[in-house]
């Protein structure tokens, strides 16, 4: 089996199949289109057709056989390369064979995208390091744009329009204001038009501040009126180099962001200032809900607190996008309540696709079934939008861990259309990034990716536990952690509340009441102990130690039994990739090999860290049926990781002096 380096991701298509094509005219769009059916179609003769449907949306295509031919039609001609990757897939996931619904002389199918706006969020700086990245540099390479243009912007928009994805935000939340300078709009520009063909829109983050920033003005008060104008102009010129760009994404008033508030305003006058500068050329601004200060309220209360009042006030091209959960992309976390209470106004969810909480890129964590457990309490009705935190590095297989490219795809999948099941798209990932599995190594490496994203909570954070991550970099447990003079709001005891008593942060009535947030049924719920989901348990309630689970065993022992299925459950993926080497090529098989070798050392540090800790509260055995701890607490409270492409000041300082 030839070595594979997995640069191809997903899209191992084969080539000179000299499919006969046809299209209505030749444009940047349909000759992608053709070509990559000519290379790679092998079934009977397609015949591309722009034409208006009335159960299209613009991107939405149907798939027909009619009179020996295979028709795709689609009112846009960026539907038809959806149409065209969409056939390529059932042909490499073999649902084209005889027999299949596919073969079947009237076969049709149709498809549309749930939510119009599929982007992805490059949390990337203009230095090429990627907060929270973990799969090498910034694709994009701003020191020899725009003249020198790498292979691999192309293979990037092509790999994202095979799944639908529809427009990236190039850099970070933490924005520089650099990244409107003329300069650097020219370099934008190159990248706009490497990706326009691929129907990707360009959208960028930018920084509140930059009028001051950048052009020295004395305010950036988004009711000044130089500061308007400053932004107008700046539209304008934006618009005239790329006539197709997408709108701004804002952190404001976040994490030490500059932000309207600073100026006495509201977060929506803050956001309208922009859409009403964009408004002209259709643009929109993504105003992100990611606040939260040191304040008194439960950090997990602090948004709603600040949104919800302002709903109704916001422009119509305005799009709030809120975290899938109320904290920070934990694990698991409930969804966030401000889905559902902004009524007048258009929400959309982020995702995070890079593991920033989930072993970076050394830990297999398949994510879908993680979204879908949003998307269940979420429906896409009431979105019109959804972000990715992109995880897509200069590493030769763009994400550094094999099975993390499996995440890029599912979100571009789910995006698309989230009533698809984590099944199907592990099972339709599979099928393309490997040779044919067999099926039973085929299933046993599915089940291996669906079990995974649980596994990684129940050796982390079972039971409803967040947020007690190491400081800083949030890899490895530091439930521990205290750092003198930091904000309380980010450290873990803040969250996990561990005390003679027992353990959990109570939102319950008795509590912070953070449950009110919670549509009535819910709140209660999640507000009552007895019948709160134990996923959420210790999210929503400190419960006793000694609380009777709905197994019969006690919390603590219950606790200890979740950190070590963590770790059985990581062994298990061990013994379930080793015994599918022969289906592998050796070069990925060892590379996933030594990153589980990695999770299962991590898992058994995240189990030993945390019951070491916890019991010095619980005070009670840890059951003699479960492994033995192989660390001591004090080996463990000695592990400092140093923090890497974080570009938080006050947290570098922090870790130097401690
Ligand atoms: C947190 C990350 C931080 C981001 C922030 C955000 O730790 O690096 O800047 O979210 O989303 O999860 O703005």
Redesign the pocket.
């Known amino acids: 089996m030839a070595a594979e380096d997995g640069s191809h991701l997903w899209l191992r298509l084969p080539a000179g199949a000299q499919a006969q094509v046809s299209a209505p005219r030749s444009s940047p769009t349909l000759d992608i289109a053709v070509s990559e059916l000519q290379q790679a179609w092998k079934g009977a003769p397609v015949q591309l057709i722009v034409k208006k449907d009335k159960q299209l949306q613009p991107e939405g295509f149907r798939i027909q056989r009619k009179d020996g031919r295979i028709v795709l039609a689609s009112p846009t001609e960026t539907g038809l390369l959806y149409a065209a990757y969409h056939l390529l897939r059932l042909q490499e996931t073999g649902r084209c064979t005889t027999g299949s619904p596919f073969s079947a002389p009237d076969f049709q199918l149709t498809e549309n995208p749930a939510y119009s706006l599929r982007i992805l969020n490059h949390?990337d700086n203009l230095n090429r390091t990627v907060?929270?990245g973990y799969a090498g540099q910034s694709l994009w390479n701003w020191e020899e744009l725009p003249d020198t243009l790498s292979g691999r912007y192309e293979a990037y928009a092509r790999a994202n329009a095979s799944i639908g994805i529809n427009g990236k935000v190039l850099n970070?939340?933490?924005a520089s204001p650099k990244i409107l300078s003329a300069g650097y709009l020219q370099k934008v520009k190159a990248l706009a038009d490497i990706f326009r063909p691929y129907g990707l829109r360009v959208y960028l983050s930018v920084n509140f501040a930059s009028p001051m920033i950048l052009d020295s003005l004395s305010t950036a008060d988004p009711l000044d009126k130089e500061v308007i104008r400053w932004w107008k102009n700046k539209v304008k010129e934006i618009y005239r180099i790329i006539p197709d760009f997408g709108g701004f994404l804002v952190?404001a008033n976040?994490?030490g962001?500059p932000g309207p508030c600073d100026f006495g305003r509201t977060h929506a006058e803050g956001a309208n200032m922009l859409a009403d500068a964009l408004k002209p050329y259709k643009g929109i601004v993504m105003w992100?809900a990611?606040v939260y200060s040191p304040s008194d309220a439960d950090r997990a209360k602090q948004a709603y607190l600040e949104f919800k009042p302002l709903d109704g006030q916001f422009r119509s091209n305005v799009i709030v996008q809120v975290?899938n959960g109320p904290i920070?992309?934990q694990p698991r976390e409930p969804y966030s309540p401000l889905f559902g209470a902004m009524q007048h106004t258009p929400l959309m969810a982020?995702f995070?696709v890079t593991q920033?909480?989930l072993g970076h890129s050394n830990h297999i964590a398949y994510l879908a079934p993680m979204w879908k457990e949003f998307f269940e309490l979420v429906p896409p009705a009431s979105l019109k939008a959804i972000a990715g935190?992109a995880n897509i590095g200069t590493d030769t297989n763009w994400c550094g861990h094999t099975f993390a490219q499996a995440n890029w795809y599912a979100f571009g999948r789910l995006a698309w259309q989230p009533s698809l099941s984590s099944e199907d798209i592990a099972g339709e990932w599979l099928a393309q990034t490997f040779q044919p599995l067999g099926n039973e190594t085929g299933s046993r490496l599915k089940k291996m990716m669906l079990d995974s994203r649980e596994a990684v909570v129940n050796y982390m954070m079972p039971l409803g536990l967040h947020h007690i991550f190491a400081w800083g970099h949030?890899y490895g447990p530091e439930p521990w952690c205290i750092i003198p003079g930091a904000r309380p709001d980010w450290l873990p005891s803040y969250y996990h509340r561990a005390d003679k008593q027992g353990i959990g942060f109570d939102r319950s009535s008795k509590g912070s009441n953070a449950v009110a947030q919670y549509p009535e049924a819910l709140a209660k719920q999640y507000g009552n102990i007895d019948t709160c989901p134990e996923e959420y348990l210790l999210w929503f309630h400190h419960v006793p130690w000694t609380y009777r689970m709905k197994n019969g065993r006690n919390l603590w022992d219950e606790l200890c039994y979740r950190y070590d299925s963590g770790v059985r459950q990581v062994r298990e993926f061990q013994k379930v990739w080793d015994a599918a080497e022969k289906y592998i090529d050796a070069e990925r098989f060892r590379e996933v090999q030594s990153h589980l070798r990695i999770q299962a050392r991590d898992a058994v540090w995240w189990k030993d860290a945390c019951l070491l800790y916890f019991q010095k509260f619980s005070g009670m055995p840890i059951p003699y049926d479960i492994e033995r701890p192989v660390h001591s607490l004090k080996d463990l409270q000695e592990v400092h990781l140093p923090i890497s492409n974080?570009e938080?000041p006050t947290e570098e300082l922090l870790n130097r002096n401690r």
């Open positions: 949390w907060e929270r970070n939340v933490n952190k976040s994490e962001q992100r990611f975290k920070d992309f982020e995070q920033e909480y935190v949030h974080f938080c």
